[in-house]
């Protein structure tokens, strides 16, 4: 409603010239906690003490449930006192009923509203750094991988994991992006913290012999490093490594860092057959070790079959019945006024850009989300306030292809 006034100043009326009067700043809506005590203060005629408990009950922060009552028949009493008509008096209760589910101080607006600014600022300006930021702070909303997306989409060359550039956190080096250690699934933490700290001290690792003299990986922690491709920088392949760190480990040794007087750079090469890596090694392993793949995760849908339609063009098909697969973000689960549950999802889609969808409580029951993943969305595209999203009729969910194929 507040977008809505906003947007359309002229298409709206205050419901009593006391509200006008209150929250001409806020278009006769109460957003903040301040708003409550005004209206029960100048509008209902409450003291302030009383104005207070009301707000306090509206944040559920109640002192005493008698206490509150107390405050609300007080309330009601004093509006029919002052003469104001029935249906005008429950309709502001109603919006201060309403407002109880979304309120904070207005001095809590402020200093939100400065953040964002400061945060908008720097990903306009400085997107990268800004979404590494982002990455590292582990508070965002969304998965890494969508963070991680949005790099690539600002410009970023995305590279995994690697004993010779990566951190412990995810760097920026110009415009690659090096996935830090404390992303790997499984990888010891102490482990993940010493290879940039033994790599800083003493120069790059020549080889995976050269890392495993210097630093105490056992065989586990050392074969999903050469699978995530973290020794890449070598230019051995990871099947020959794997040969290698089982030759290595081979006898019962254990993981221990044995560095002597003098670096020996011979190490001992055994003649290994002929080892084809198949097509999407890379993405699958990344999938298993990360949690997502660093490709487009589009190269790995079964069906090249994308749909008539992209985000990019959804708002030249308003109207239209369309057909969209998407690659599934997030969902928000909400209910209706009669209490069914619908949905708001998030895509993006193969070209990597945003969309939204809306899913109605007939089509929740028959085409339900069935966990990440892609689904191709049929349905129309409708507009609110000028941002395009389907309003979704069928959903399937699309099978991945083998990891073998």
Known sequence: EYIHRHLNPNAYS???????????????IMVYQED?????????????????????GMSGKFRSRAEFKRVEKSYFDNCQKLGYPAEIYNEVWRQIESFSGYSFSKAHSASYAAESYQSLYLKAYFPLEFIVAVINNFGGFYRTEFYVHEARMAGAEIKAPCINQSEYLTSLHEKELYLGFIHVKSLEEKLGQLIPKEREENGPYA???????????????????????????????KRELMWQAHLYFGKGRKAQAEQGLFKSTKT?????PQLEPYPLQDPFDELELLGFPLCNPFDLLKTKDFGDTFAEDLMQKLGKQIQIVGYLVTTKNTRTIKGDLMHFGCFTDAKGHVFDSTHFPNTTKKYPFRGLGFYKLIGKVVEDYGYPML???????????????
């Open 14 to 28: 205050y419901i009593h010239p006391k509200m006008q009067e209150l929250m001409k700043e806020t278009y006769g």
């Open 36 to 56: 409550v005590i005004k209206v029960a203060h100048y509008f209902a005629g409450l003291d302030l003490a009383e104005a207070d408990i009301l707000r306090r």
């Open 207 to 237: 080889g995976l012999h050269d890392f495993l003299a210097r630093i105490p990986s056992k065989l586990e922690q050392t074969c999903i490093l050469i699978r995530l491709g973290a020794f890449r920088s070598t230019g051995i392949s």
């Open 268 to 272: 001992k090469r055994f003649e290994l």
């Open 391 to 405: 309003e979704v009729s069928e959903m399937e969910k699309l099978p991945m292809i083998s990891p073998m194929e």
